[in-house]
């Protein structure tokens, strides 16, 4: 037990920081259903106000410093080395160190429920000055402020170690135009971790000098400043809590289409337009401050439009004239693809500012946020656990309860988050522990309610799935759906330094599916030479 909390084999770290990713998954899920319980009927006496601010904040700073952003590192730092074909990681005691500031950090940051004052309050971006110690005093706050700087710190270096693991150890062929297309999601974005995350440890240190005496973000001026420096982490890290499952839902799309991932060249530079442009159209979010130039950021945002167009008229290229298999990992992915089409068109909307000034502050952004979170990079997660389970556990997961999981979180998902669309659009503010009694806001705040209840019974159907798949192993074998990337070559689980075979020679970024298509070639060459009649 101690010695896999201190390996520095990149599976066991990967597999300890994705374990305890899943656990603040289901910790956010329950300050959810705190959330949607209060808001259940107008008026709701289950949360008091104070306490509604601490739960959403936590909610929403659990889920993203504490779930999508490390498990989309776990991911990487897991399978990165795998599909390179590498023994082992570059600096593997960077990434171990990197772990455990991130552990502690998150432990720091939860322990802010042991004050009176309560953790976090002021929303998972802190905005100052209501950060400062004027209006949030406590040192709830100043806990939550540590333990984002630490858990940021962490998640750096874990980046960095992936970063330089695909620069030194990608194996002989594989050069960057053959890397597997997860492989591409990932590199793009550890690069946005390292260039991005120490804006955020800069605010969260500024924050907590300023809470203690500093007086930096004071007034509106201020407000603006921390806000500009906020957004320049905040909004590329959507895209790292977007790109690896994006990979994720497309290598599922292309194994159980039995096709390799169409437009290979159209996808990386769409990985690249679209990490570029992340740097440039932070003031998105700052539209209504007056303190940006909203031309300039409407026209970036809104470009962003064409990168993910690429995506998919890839997939579209993908899916057609393949062996399409339903798996639950397919439907998954499929689920990713159309629901974050969604959270894509209701980004449309906040993106142009006339519009945005209806959106702002209410529960549209909400549904839009949680469209691309959950529908979309949950729905990418839960396509790459069905898909890779059988590479590290050596079993499969059961497609029948799979199937109801799916379907569950299909229509909890949608239940929940599209009535906010339109209470959104009818003006209810997010970020309120009570509404007033409104025309049809309490149906609408019901459904919702109802759909994060199916979702929790959706997530209690996984885990139930982990546990029976674990302890009633059905064997998977090494390459149980023909898989195209090297990960598929090695044996499930893989060895302590990942191959003991000689890697088959890599040709293209699908170097299994290039050895499957010339062997049903060489046969049927073999079958062309035969002398008629040989075979009666
Ligand atoms: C069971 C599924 C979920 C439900 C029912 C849910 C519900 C909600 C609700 C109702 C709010 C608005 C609170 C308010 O403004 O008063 C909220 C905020 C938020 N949620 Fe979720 N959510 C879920 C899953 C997720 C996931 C998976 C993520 C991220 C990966 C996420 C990230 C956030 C964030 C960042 C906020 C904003 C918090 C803030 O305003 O500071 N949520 N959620
Ligand atoms: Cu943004």
Redo the contacts with the bound molecule.
């Keep these: 037990m101690i010695g896999s909390l201190t390996s520095t084999d990149h599976k066991r770290i990967a597999l300890n920081l994705g374990l305890m990713s899943l656990f603040y ?1 289901v910790l ?2 329950c300050f ?2 705190m ?2 319980t209060q ?1 259940a009927v107008p008026g709701g006496t289950f949360l008091s106000d104070q306490k ?1 601010n601490e739960i ?2 936590m ?3 659990t ?2 410093y504490l ?2 952003t490390p498990m989309s590192l776990a991911l990487a730092l897991y399978l990165v080395p795998l599909q390179i074909g590498a023994r082992a990681v570059a600096a593997p005691r960077v990434a171990l160190t990197g772990f455990w500031m991130w552990i502690f950090g998150g432990l720091i940051m939860q322990s802010g429920w042991l004050s009176t004052g309560g953790p976090g309050q002021d ?3 802190s905005y100052a000055p209501l950060s400062s110690g004027t209006y949030t005093p406590g040192w709830g706050m100043d806990m939550w402020v540590l333990g984002v700087d630490l858990a940021a710190l962490g998640m750096i270096l874990i980046a960095v170690s992936v970063a330089l693991t695909i620069a030194r150890h990608r194996a002989p062929g594989m050069t960057t135009l053959r890397m597997p297309v997860f492989t591409w999601t990932a590199l793009v974005s550890v690069l946005m971790v390292i260039a991005a995350f120490p804006m955020l440890v800069v605010v969260m240190s500024l924050l907590f000098i300023d809470r203690h005496g500093a007086h930096i973000f004071v007034n509106f001026q201020g407000s603006v400043d921390y806000q500009n420096l906020f957004w320049f982490f905040g909004h590329p890290v959507v895209y790292v ?1 977007f790109f690896p499952y994006l990979g994720c839902a497309a290598e599922a799309v292309a194994a159980n289409a039995h096709k390799r991932w169409f437009g290979y060249m159209a996808f990386v530079l769409s990985m690249m337009s679209f990490s570029v442009l992340s740097v440039s159209v932070w003031g998105h979010h700052m539209f209504v401050t007056g303190g940006v130039t909203n031309q300039y950021f409407a026209f970036t945002s809104t470009l962003l439009i064409v990168p993910a167009g690429i995506e998919y008229f890839d997939l579209i290229g993908t899916l057609l004239g393949g062996a399409i298999v339903m798996r639950t990992a397919m439907l998954f992915a499929l689920g990713f693809f159309v629901q974050f089409l969604i959270g894509g068109a209701s980004g449309i909307w906040t993106a142009s500012p006339v519009l945005d000034y209806h959106a702002y502050g209410s ?1 549209f952004v ?1 549904a839009h ?2 469209y691309t ?2 529908a979309g ?2 729905f990418g997660f839960f396509a790459g656990v069905y898909h890779w389970f059988p590479k590290v556990t050596g079993a499969r997961l059961r497609e029948g309860l799979g199937k109801v999981h799916f379907v569950l979180l299909l229509i ?2 949608n239940a ?1 988050f599209f009535p ?1 669309l339109i209470l959104g659009y009818d003006g209810m503010p ?4 009570n509404y007033p009694t409104h025309p049809g806001w309490q149906l609408l705040n019901d459904i ?1 309610s109802v ?2 209840g199916i ?2 019974v959706g ?1 209690a159907v996984f885990l139930a799935n982990l546990v029976v798949s674990l302890r009633r192993r059905e064997a998977a074998g090494d390459d149980p759906w023909e898989g195209q990337t090297l990960e598929w070559w090695t044996t499930s689980p893989p060895p302590r330094f990942n191959f003991e075979r000689p890697l088959p020679p890599i040709t293209s970024y699908a170097p299994l599916l290039d050895l499957r298509e010339r062997a049903a070639e060489l046969a049927e060459r073999a079958q062309e030479a035969q002398p008629r009649g040989a075979e009666v």
């Design positions: 998954f956010g899920g959810a259903l959330i949607r808001l509604y959403f904040t909610h929403g700073s889920m993203i779930f999508v929303g998972w971006f809590m529960y909400v946020f949680h979170l959950f990079s949950v909890g998902t929940t906010q997010r970020r309120i522990a919702s759909g994060a979702i929790a997530v």
